[in-house]
């Protein structure tokens, strides 16, 4: 399967991708429960936080999109500022909650060097093809190539077991307040 950095010109072919894949998530849709908030909302946010890895060519997609997956490289983030400019709906329970599951985030975030599997989606239509396996398996030959290591957090506990057939190892568990849990895991290189 032919996998491909995507074009800045590309991103909406990735959010629409990334809308389908994520449309049934515990976490994505515990921030936004109805449909029509999802849509609008999760879109700009995966933009927001995944925006960087279009500059650096590591939004990796299939032929025709449908799978996607945005890697933040070694010493890329996401910019805070783009993520508080959009001004997301909010209240005082809200940011408690958010602000709370980022200190755990942060917690199991890697201190050294790593690449960073902020996001891989497929559309639900191809799933169980072997898609997510072939976009993933393309970016881990560049990161073993390079000795780094991999991390990423599962928002799904059914897809633990996929990440650790690549060679992910489960850290922990990521459990705030009433935030469907995460799962930290790492992959070292091989």
């Known amino acids: 399967m032919e996998i491909r950095a995507a074009l800045k010109s590309e991103q909406q072919a990735v959010l629409d991708t990334l809308a389908l894949a994520f449309a049934a998530d515990p976490p994505i849709r515990y921030w936004w429960p109805g449909s029509s908030e999802y849509l609008h909302w999760w879109?700009?946010?995966?933009?927001?936080?995944?925006e960087p890895a279009f500059e650096m060519q590591a939004v990796m997609v299939t032929?025709?999109?449908?799978?996607?997956?945005?890697?933040?490289?070694?010493?890329?983030?996401?910019?805070?500022?783009?993520?508080?400019?959009?001004?997301?709906?909010?209240?005082?329970?809200?940011?408690?909650?958010?602000?709370?599951?980022?200190?755990?985030?942060?917690?199991?975030?890697?201190?050294?060097?790593?690449?960073y599997l902020w996001t891989l989606g497929v559309d639900p239509r191809c799933q169980h093809r072997g898609i997510g396996s072939a976009l993933l398996s393309h970016t881990l030959a560049h990161i073993d190539q390079r000795r780094e290591i991999a991390y990423l957090e599962s928002s799904d506990p059914k897809n633990v077991p996929f990440y650790e057939r690549h060679g992910f190892e489960v850290l922990g568990i990521i459990q705030v307040h009433d935030v469907p849990r995460l799962t930290p895991m790492v992959r070292r290189p091989r």
């Open 63 to 115: 032929p025709n999109f449908e799978g996607v997956a945005l890697w933040l490289p070694p010493g890329v983030e996401s910019d805070p500022a783009q993520v508080a400019a959009l001004d997301m709906p909010s209240d005082e329970d809200t940011d408690l909650i958010a602000g709370d599951l980022r200190n755990e985030m942060d917690r199991f975030h890697p201190a050294t060097p790593h690449w």
């Open 43 to 50: 879109p700009r946010f995966a933009l927001a936080m995944g």
